[in-house]
């Protein structure tokens, strides 16, 4: 069903920091159901082709070096109005201007390193999902 599932990457920053878990109970005390989890280091290749839509910005060759730079644990999540309710969670890109008890002002670092990705559309949510969990029951 389309508006119940997201993506969300606890990323390397977050995951080597040990905050995992802080973020998986942050996320299930908005509601969200864990539906599939894994831990992975992405390579080059996985992450070039993952932020691909990100290909010709000018922080495209940081953002996959990052990526890469340890392991990250893609998680799919389900709740009611997914996509929205996961980017109103985890907040602003910047942890400066990330509202209150938000994921990232709580545990990011900066803007660079901002300890969570999430889905920003239905569209992207369902190819983001696939890319890590393709044959993964939705239902």
Request: proline fraction near 3%; include cysteine.
């Amino acid at each position: 069903m389309a508006g119940h599932h997201t993506l969300a990457i606890i990323k390397p920053d977050a995951f080597a920091a040990g905050l995992a878990g802080r973020i998986i109970a942050h996320l299930e005390s908005e509601g969200f159901k864990l539906v599939a989890a894994r831990v992975m280091r992405l390579t080059r290749a996985q992450a070039e082709t993952f932020y691909a839509v990100h290909g010709e910005r000018p922080f495209f060759g940081s953002l996959v070096e990052f990526m890469t730079s340890g392991s990250c644990m893609p998680l799919l999540l389900e709740r009611d109005d997914a996509v929205a309710h996961l980017r109103g969670t985890i907040g602003a890109t910047d942890p400066a201007e990330a509202a209150d008890g938000t994921v990232r002002a709580l545990y990011a670092e900066s803007k660079e390193r901002n300890a969570i990705h999430a889905s920003d559309s239905d569209d992207n949510a369902r190819i983001e999902g696939d890319f890590f969990f393709a044959g993964c029951d939705r239902a």
